[in-house]
């Protein structure tokens, strides 16, 4: 179709090689075949000043379009870039070539729990002079081979990312690293693997400025520690969400919640507590034995955030959330 409608008449020609025509690239590894690869390859090295967007979903097997991806100066329009199953040797060559890009600003990568080592994918990450948005999926949360070492940042290591994803476990340590070099955050989310964590009170204040959306999922990670971890956050927080698998039911506990977020969040707008009960053949955790209509004070009341419980197969998901709150 692309090479039938280039080359139909004069003014098809000018649309589609127009400076303001702008390309977003999709490619499946399902489509592809040694014909497609080389056609893609032709493709996006001939229209690679009008490429806006590019999103690999690559089988393990297929990653020698990405591999022998051209990246360049050229590229000057590119601004995002989501990288699927990506092999993490293809990954680590491809990743210090877009410090080059004048418009990078979006990048997101899931190595399907084939990468275990992450120092060096951040580092390159740290150096992407332009990148605003960081999505990195290495495994599941609950995954404790997932290890990175990397020193706290220097001045001069300031990365500009506003918005990080760290979809894979890391532990209160590493948090503290990692936005050690993203000091403008504006949204952070991360998965907390309590596998070896260090006690959370030894950790410094972590100010952040700029913060204003934070949401965690947290594991075997008691109220008191959330607490701790939240008054260690210098930030002006607006939006707090937390989904926690825990054993403490002081999370529901509506006066230590107040008293929380009076305290160390007096600009939180909204909150979203999920609070995750499992039970089992072998297993009963503890129920929730307050009263409900302890979320009815005017505290709570003037904020419309109201308390509620769903049972789902075995578990049992208590949450506070705003009353508007659709899922």
């Known amino acids: 179709m692309y090479a039938a409608f280039s080359n139909l008449n004069y003014r098809f020609q000018q649309l589609l090689y127009s ?20 056609f893609y390859q032709q493709f996006i090295r001939f229209n690679r000043q009008q490429i806006f967007s590019m999103n690999f979903m690559m089988a393990l097997h297929k990653n020698q379009l990405v591999s022998k991806f051209p990246i360049d100066a050229s590229f000057y329009r590119l601004e ?28 997101t990568i899931d190595t399907w729990s084939t990468l275990k080592e992450l120092h060096d994918v951040y ?3 740290f150096a992407l ?5 960081i999505r990195c999926t290495a495994s599941e949360p609950k995954d404790s081979n997932i290890t990175f070492s990397l020193p706290i940042a220097t001045d001069k290591q300031f990365s500009p990312i506003e918005h990080i994803v760290i979809n894979h476990g890391c532990t209160f340590n590493e948090l503290y690293t990692l936005i050690s070099y993203t ?18 009170g030894i950790l410094l204040p972590m100010t952040l400025s700029n913060l204003t959306h934070l949401s965690m999922y947290m594991h075997c990670v008691t109220f008191d520690e959330f607490e701790i971890l939240i008054t ?30 009076l305290q160390y969040l007096p600009q939180l707008e909204k909150f979203y507590l999920k609070y995750n009960t499992h039970f089992d053949d072998d297993y009963e955790p503890p129920l929730y034995l307050g009263e409900s209509n302890q979320f009815i004070s005017s505290f709570w009341f003037e904020r419309q955030w109201i308390f509620d419980a769903q049972i789902e197969l075995n578990d ?12």
Do not use: G, W
């Not at 400076?19 to 080389?38: E, G, R, V």
């Not at 000091?183 to 959370?200: K, Y």
């Not at 049992?316 to 899922?327: C, L, Q, T």
């Open 183 to 200: 000091p403008e955050v504006l949204r952070l989310h991360f998965d907390h693997m309590s596998h070896n964590d260090t006690n959370i």
């Open 232 to 261: 260690k956050i210098y930030s002006k927080l607006k939006v707090l969400s937390l989904t926690t698998l825990s054993e403490d039911m002081t999370y529901l506990d509506a006066s230590q919640q107040e008293q929380l977020i």
């Open 123 to 125: 580092r390159f990450i």
């Open 129 to 133: 002079p332009k990148l605003k948005y």
């Open 80 to 107: 995002s870039l989501v990288l699927r199953s990506i092999e993490p040797v293809v990954l680590t060559s491809l990743l210090p070539k877009l410090k080059c890009l004048p418009r990078f600003f979006s990048l």
């Open 316 to 327: 049992i998901i208590y949450s506070i959330r705003p009353y508007k709150y659709i899922e």
């Open 19 to 38: 400076s303001s025509f702008l390309l977003k690239i999709k490619i499946h590894y399902s489509t592809l075949d040694q014909t497609c690869m080389n």
